[in-house]
């Protein structure tokens, strides 16, 4: 597949406000789609924004028509090339993108790099890879379900932590019994997630982008499901 074809898309609502990044080929199903009722009827439910053109709309039929300039990137179809496009608007949905991010296995995953963080082998879940998630303090020793108190790790670390700290893990009697590939030293201080972590690399921001996006949108720490320790 072309590189295009997985370069990434910013979504904005009918209020310019990013709401979401997608593919390309996701973002053209959207540019496919059209409103079936109402005053809309028959308009499309998205349309491409090209900062370049003045910051005009285009709906698909209307962007095919534009030929593409000598050197840029192209969306290669069956039988011709298109202009390529970063930006589409939602032309009904004004909803504002939620700033709180939901405690779940996918975010503790994401953060953590899909890497144990007791010894930094890579997990999944394949059978003989699989990861689980990890109370630095057990349950049983009152620890809390929090951002701080979890982390992702392999079955061979979290067997041998087992219903320990990990300093219980290793100390005193336990260390003779230790055969984990680590030493339970995490690699990483457990933190609240911040946007630029799940929701977007600064680095692959694309430069159409910029004009609709502020530092505040992707440095904004987003809040926890589960209360802080400290609270």
Known sequence: ???????????????????????????????????????????????????????????????????????????????????FFDVIMLTEYNKMPS??????????????????????????????????????????QGGQTTWENTVLACIVCNSQKANRTPEEAVCGKNRSKWRGPSPMKLLSVPKKPKMTLLKGDKKHIRPNWKQFLSEAYWSTELENDMPSEED
């Open 99 to 140: 700033q709180r991010l939901h405690y779940s296995r996918r975010t503790i995953w994401r953060r953590d790099g899909m890497k144990c963080q007791y010894c930094g082998c890579k997990v999944s879940e394949k059978p003989g890879y699989e990861g689980t998630i990890d109370h630095i303090v057990p349950r049983s």
């Open 1 to 83: 597949m072309s590189a295009v074809w997985t370069s990434r898309v910013l979504v904005l609502n009918k209020s310019w406000v990013p709401v979401d990044v997608t593919t390309i080929p996701k973002a053209i199903m959207k540019l496919f789609k059209f409103h079936d009722e109402g005053a809309h009827k028959g308009e499309p439910k998205a349309r491409i924004i090209d900062p370049a053109l003045d910051f005009q709309t285009f709906s698909w039929n209307d962007w095919a028509q534009l030929e593409p300039e000598p050197g840029e990137d192209v969306i290669r179809g069956i039988g011709r090339e298109f202009r």
